[in-house]
């Protein structure tokens, strides 16, 4: 039977719950095989820890791919996170020429949050991941990643008007479609997400309620389940919405939980995430 086939490309932060160990088990739960290609391996991920180790795993990407094509392995889907250098945008720049025809290249250029960078990235980088969203069908940044692309002044947050004109610059960096993670709606009381496919200028969106609480991870929550339920042949609206469902159930179970600011407890929502792929066949 046919199985969608996704690679995701990021790299293994060993504890913390992010990137690779979010991907794997949440696009696997949706019925999804999912293959992997780790960037690095490190310790924790770089928010709120410190002293973290970083094995750059550069050099193996490659050999990895070369193998791979020797295999006559092909992917349905490409989703990229977290990436370390400006060699690794390259790198999946390659593997998008070589294995990306009729694939969907989804790329969640991971950078920042509230404003900030993440330790590590500056604006040259910033200038680098926009090439790469040039060559990607879909691109999920969230509002510090597209302002940084974008290189105008993050504006604290974003109502829908001004994200319909974000959605509209992001797509002239050469991207199909552009998602805008961390929308507000109904004057900060609702929460989502909004995307603009510039190829039939349809603007799609998927709002639920604002959960005061904020958790390491959650992009990357979003973006997996959100990668999942495309792989699964799910229309634009619907993978908002399961995406947005999921990843709100994941903070809300989490909230209070302060041992827990590392990552959310996304394991305990994966029957909801299942349950919400059925309802929307
Ligand atoms: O959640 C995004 C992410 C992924 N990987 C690493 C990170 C972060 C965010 O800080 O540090 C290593």
Same mark, same amino acid.
């Given at each position: ?5 996704? $690679? ?32 690095? @391996?490190?310790?924790? %991920? ?20 070369? %193998? ?64 790469? =969203? ?12 597209? =302002?940084? +692309? ?33 929308? +507000? ?8 997400? +909004? ?15 604002? @959960?005061?609480?904020?958790? %390491? ?22 993978? $908002?919405?399961?995406? @947005? ?28 995430? @299942? ?7």
């Amino acid at each position: 039977m046919y199985q969608p086939r996704v $690679l995701s490309i990021q790299d293994i932060s060993c504890f913390g719950k992010c990137s690779l160990t979010v991907a794997l088990p949440v696009i696997s739960a949706m019925g999804v095989e999912t293959a992997i290609l780790p960037t690095a @391996v490190l310790s924790t %991920h770089t928010g709120g820890f410190t002293g973290f180790t970083f094995r750059d795993l550069t050099d193996d990407v490659e050999p990895i791919c070369a %193998h791979w094509k020797k295999e006559g392995i092909t992917f349905g889907s490409i989703y990229t996170g977290y990436l370390g250098s400006f060699r690794q945008l390259e790198l999946v720049g390659q593997i998008f020429d070589d294995f990306g025809k009729g694939a969907l290249k989804l790329v969640d250029p991971v950078m920042g949050d509230n404003g900030k960078l993440y330790t590590g990235f500056d604006e040259n980088f910033a200038k680098g991941m926009a090439k790469l =969203c040039g060559k990607a069908d879909i691109i999920v940044p969230n509002l510090t990643e597209a =302002c940084y +692309m974008l290189g105008i002044p993050y504006p604290g947050d974003c109502g829908r008007e001004y994200a319909k004109e974000l959605l509209k610059k992001l797509t002239s960096l050469g991207c199909r479609i552009a998602v805008l993670t961390g929308v +507000m709606d109904c004057g900060g009381k609702k929460h989502g997400v +909004m995307a603009y496919n510039s190829e039939t200028g349809e603007y799609s969106e998927y709002y639920s309620d604002h @959960v005061d609480a904020k958790f %390491h991870g959650t992009g990357d929550v979003w973006a997996s389940s959100f990668c999942g339920a495309l792989a699964l042949g799910k229309t634009m609206d619907e993978a $908002l919405k399961i995406a @947005v469902e999921y990843t709100v159930a994941c903070i809300k179970i989490s909230a209070g939980d302060d041992e827990h600011k590392y990552g959310v407890r996304f394991e305990e929502c994966i029957p909801l995430l @299942v349950d919400l792929i059925g309802k929307n066949k």
